[in-house]
């Protein structure tokens, strides 16, 4: 343990001695304590069965098992660890204790993130390998749903980072589009890699000669053996229909892809991963105000329409924000450029027509503000994602869900996760973890 880097949990089997050695750091590893019997697993739900009786082993843990017993270790001295009574059954222990999988997996975020960060990040070193950037000078982004809004924003945080020009296309619309040749990437995002039409489409940019990237989560996923360069993010299994923590860990990816390709100066580049560092705990802060969001939640679950505005990095979040409206609610919602009301859905405000801007504080602000006040002109109805720190926006709205204070463009992280919990809020009706006519992964075109 001592020579080990990374996370890590496993177990060993010495059968001559009738005992099993497991230790764990960082990756989940719990003891079942039985009558007379005792289980090592990664999570209660698969011990629950037999025992309700749990050890949850904490980093650095090792525990030596036979059939009389288990004694713990950290760092070779002798510990004693509680054992604690799992109330739930098994079912809502697979949920963790929450009514949903989409809650539970929301509020995975901040663990989410760090194993993401983890597992490319030492110090300020990115240990990413973006060997598959070499010599490119454009990038096209493939993919659908939510993994298409991640692959929007991977666009605007690419090129305001390293200036390499980006596309973003629909998966299922790419195949009727000639892929330009030389030196192009065609970078695949898919949560599951199995999505027909972004495999499709990677397998036309191969066909066609160029260099191909995917980034998933799912370890062996087809889509990892069509790509030639494959990026996992670390979401753990995301069972819920609708897409949340693995949402923000493809973000993290982006991030760190953009960063590492940067022409950042060295000061601006500590800066920027030491403020990626920050996004768990600042997550973490944003769950704990989950109730106010609830509230403005329950209150959007009286509407048929909304509608989501945003400019610049808020205009992909705001997509986002209302299909996740879209999806686990059954509420009609529509995600907008802030500048394009005025050319058309200006003529749907009004009092039944509310509006969820999602405000950043960069050059986008003061034009994001007087657009708000334009539709607060129409009477509609306006929520505001603004930052903690902003209480200048109060007096223009309905009301403003503040979420932590970061740099403009890691604001997509924290108020994504906003909208996901005021979708699940407004959603209370709906068979939330399995939305009708939907799938976790579409494999038919
Ligand atoms: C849909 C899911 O079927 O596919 C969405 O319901 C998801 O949540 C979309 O965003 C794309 O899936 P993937 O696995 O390719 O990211």
Redesign the pocket.
Known sequence: MEDLKGSYAFVVLNKYENKLIACRYKSPLILGVGDGEYFLASDVPAVLEYTNRVIYLEDGDLVIVTPNGYEAFNKGIRVERKIEIVPWSIEAAEKGGYEHFMLKEIHETPKVIEDTLFEYLVEEEITLDTSFAEDVNEIIFV??????HASLLGKYILERLTGIPSKVEFASEFNYHEVPLGKTLVVG???????AD?LEALRKAKKAGVKTLVI??VLGSTATRIADNVLYIRAGPEIS???TK??VAQLIVLYLIAAKLSLMPKAKFSEFVNELKTLPEKVQRLLDQEDKIKRIGEKLANYENIMYIGRGLGYPVALEGALKMK?ISYTHAEGYPAGELKHGPFALLGKNMPVIGCLIKDETYEIMLSNVKEIKARDSPVVLIADEEDKEVEKYVDCVIRVPKTSPIFSPVVQSIALQLLAYYAAKKCEIDKPRH?????TVE
């Open positions: 993919a659908c749903g939510t993994s298409y995002i898919t949560q599951s890699g199995e999505t972004t998933t989560n229909v609708a897409a693995s949402f999806e939907l799938a976790k992964s579409v």
